[in-house]
């Protein structure tokens, strides 16, 4: 089925007020938007099932019961959320250095070896910290991690948890890891040097203190079966005592040529796309260098559309070629984009 097959679906099924059927298109419509990397739409899609869910719930509860008081906790906590999700990443949809492939290769046998470690009173690393340039698989790394050890992860809202008020910063932090040491569940922090700029809410430098406090206070305690993942394109930025908690200290770098290739052998794999002119595929992959993964693939899969459509209404087998011309201009295009930003 195609994207729109799953939309008709939800439209049908909205109109005839079929809830049981809406609720598997739409989360049909999830699994087929990961599946085809459109991985944004997929966690809006998730976002937008748990707030209806949550509505639909609190219809069902007395006002100033118990319960009703605990969604009012749960709503306060979901708020400090980007998202809750499962991931079906698997360790071989990640092209990155020998290095991060090493250390975390290691960490899954740690965490899938737990039981085994804890018998023998030795301890288990839970504190990852990515840090690299954007666009170098860092927050891909992180749903790898989920999807290999099979638990959920909430994805903190920076701008929520980080208030102007006294102390309320560590009181959100401290909520979000509450939530995680329940549900055993992994907690990922983008732009964790954030968390080092309290001072830019013209506050004290007591307060910055006070949120690093809380935070080693938090690392320590947590539970060795949750897990904590930090993401930074600015791991300087970060205070050093917060730096040696981390476990696993894993720097993401930009892609080599070797890294560039399998990165559109992976891209391509199953599709059965061919370049009309494979000879020129390592001149672009050296012109590549010095972009980031991300860069990279969002170019090749825009070439793919540019060939099918310059295709559409030829031959069927034609329409299976990638532009080689069309994807080297996109690259010189981007590379431009970068020094702009420079």
């Not at 839970?126 to 959920?152: I, Q």
Request: hydrophobic share 40%; with cysteine.
């Amino acid at each position: 089925m195609s994207q729109f097959d799953y939309i008709k679906d939800i439209a049908r099924y909205g109109l005839e007020n079929d809830q049981e059927n809406l609720m598997n298109a739409v989360n049909q419509l999830i699994v087929y938007s990961k599946s085809t990397k459109k991985l944004n739409f997929a966690i809006q899609l998730q976002s937008i099932l748990k707030d209806a869910a949550a509505q639909h719930s609190n219809k069902l509860v007395k006002v100033g019961s118990p319960v009703y008081f605990n969604r009012i906790d749960e709503k306060e906590i979901n708020d400090l959320l980007l998202d809750k999700i499962t991931s079906d990443y698997r360790f071989d949809k990640l092209v990155c250095s020998a290095n991060v492939k090493d250390a975390l290769d290691y960490f899954f046998k740690e965490h899938k070896s737990i039981h085994l470690l804890q018998q023998y009173g030795l301890p288990v690393s839970n504190k990852l910290l990515f840090h690299g340039p954007s666009g170098c698989g860092k927050t891909l790394a992180s749903y790898v991690v989920a999807g290999e050890l099979n638990k959920p992860m909430v994805v903190v809202n920076l701008g929520a948890i980080v208030s102007s008020k006294l102390g309320e910063t560590s009181k959100n932090l401290a909520k979000i890891f509450k939530k995680a040491a329940q549900e055993d569940c992994i907690i990922f922090i983008d732009e964790f040097d954030s968390l080092g700029k309290v001072r830019d809410y013209n506050q004290d430098h007591g307060e910055m203190k006070r949120v690093v406090n809380t935070i080693l206070q938090l690392f320590d305690y947590l539970p060795q079966t949750s897990i904590v993942i930090a993401a930074t394109n600015q791991v300087s930025m970060i205070d050093d005592a917060l730096l040696r908690r981390f476990d696993v200290n894993l720097q993401f770098e930009l892609p080599t040529e070797v890294q560039i290739k399998t990165l559109i052998e992976l891209t391509l794999k199953g599709n059965h796309f061919k370049f009309d002119k494979p000879a020129a595929v390592t001149t672009i992959i050296k012109l590549s260098q010095g972009l980031s993964y991300y860069s990279i693939q969002k170019t090749l899969i825009s070439a793919i559309k540019k060939s099918l459509f310059a295709y559409k209404g030829k031959v069927v087998s034609i329409a299976k070629i990638i532009d080689t011309a069309t994807w080297r201009q996109m690259i010189k295009e981007e590379k431009k984009t970068l020094i702009k930003r420079r």
